[in-house]
T-cell receptor, first 112, second 118 residues
Framework: GNSVTQMEGPVTLSEEAFLTINCTYT??????LFWYVQYPGEGLQLLLK?????DKGSNKGFEATYRKETTSFHLEKGSVQVSDSAVYFC???????????FGTGTRLTVIP | DGGITQSPKYLFRKEGQNVTLSCEQN?????MYWYRQDPGQGLRLIYY???????QKGDIAEGYSVSREKKESFPLTVTSAQKNPTAFYLC?????????????????FGDGTRLSIL
C-alpha cells in the first residue's frame, strides 16, 4: 500500500538555522511527491513538488529531491525565518490516482 | 481571485444533530475532496468527487455524506452517526491532468472549518 512517514516534531530552530525535515514513503510504481505547508488557522498550501526520480522541487528557499533509491523526499532550507513557523506535510499521489496520502505533519517553530 | 471558500470557519454541533459544511470553488476544477484533520495526525480522506453527480468514499466515510449537484460546490454533512466529529475539516479541489499526465494534483485547499461538539 501507500504510506508516508515523516520525522516527528515538534522542531524548534533559531532564525537562520538550517532545516531538514525527513520524509520517506512506501508506494508501488512511481508516485508524485509533495510538500504542503499549513500556517496557523489556515488550510494547506502546496510548497513544492516533484513528479519523477531525481527531480528537485523548490520554492521560497525550500528544496526537496525525489530519491527513488532511498524512497525519500526530505525538505531542506538553508536559513529559516520566523515566518516559516508552520506545520509541514509530506504527501504522495500515485500516477493516475485521486488520493493524496499525507504524513502526520511536522510542526516547525522558528525563534528570533 | 480564484480559490476555495469554506464556511463557516467555526461550527458547533449538538448531540444528535446533523450539520453541513460548505465548500465552494471558482477554479473550474472537476475534482473535489473532503479531509479530516485531527491533532497530531495527518489528513484523512472522507469523500471525493471527480465529476458532477458522482462521488466516492474515502478512508473514513462512515457518519458523513456528500452531494455534488454543481461543479463548484461539494457540501459535506456530518451526521449524528459520526460519534467523534470534533475535528478540523478541509476541502480541496484539483484540475485536470497536468502536463505529465498525473490526474488530481496539485490540490488546492480551503482555509478549513473547525467543528466542535457542544
Amino acid at each position: 500500500g501507500n504510506s508516508v512517514t515523516q520525522m516527528e516534531g515538534p522542531v524548534t530552530l533559531s532564525e537562520e538555522a538550517f532545516l531538514t525535515i525527513n520524509c520517506t514513503y512506501t508506494a508501488t510504481g512511481y508516485p508524485s511527491l509533495f510538500w504542503y505547508v499549513q500556517y496557523p488557522g489556515e488550510g494547506l498550501q502546496l510548497l513544492l513538488k516533484a513528479t519523477k526520480a531525481d527531480d528537485k522541487g523548490s520554492n521560497k528557499g525550500f528544496e526537496a529531491t525525489y530519491r527513488k533509491e532511498t524512497t525519500s523526499f526530505h525538505l531542506e532550507k538553508g536559513s529559516v525565518q520566523v515566518s516559516d513557523s508552520a506545520v509541514y506535510f509530506c504527501a504522495l499521489i500515485q500516477t493516475g490516482a485521486n488520493n493524496l496520502f499525507f504524513g502526520t505533519g511536522t510542526r516547525l517553530t522558528v525563534i528570533p | 481571485d480564484g480559490g476555495i471558500t469554506q464556511s463557516p470557519k467555526y461550527l458547533f454541533r449538538k448531540e444528535g444533530q446533523n450539520v453541513t459544511l460548505s465548500c465552494e470553488q471558482n477554479l473550474n476544477h472537476d475534482a473535489m475532496y473532503w479531509y479530516r484533520q485531527d491533532p497530531g495526525q495527518g489528513l484523512r480522506l472522507i469523500y471525493y468527487s471527480q465529476i458532477v453527480n458522482d462521488f466516492q468514499k474515502g478512508d473514513i466515510a462512515e457518519g458523513y455524506s456528500v452531494s455534488r449537484e454543481k461543479k463548484e460546490s461539494f457540501p459535506l454533512t456530518v451526521t449524528s452517526a459520526q460519534k467523534n466529529p470534533t475535528a478540523f475539516y478541509l476541502c480541496a479541489s484539483s484540475g485536470p491532468k497536468d502536463r505529465v499526465g498525473v490526474f488530481g494534483q496539485p490540490q488546492h485547499f480551503g482555509d478549513g472549518t473547525r467543528l466542535s461538539i457542544l
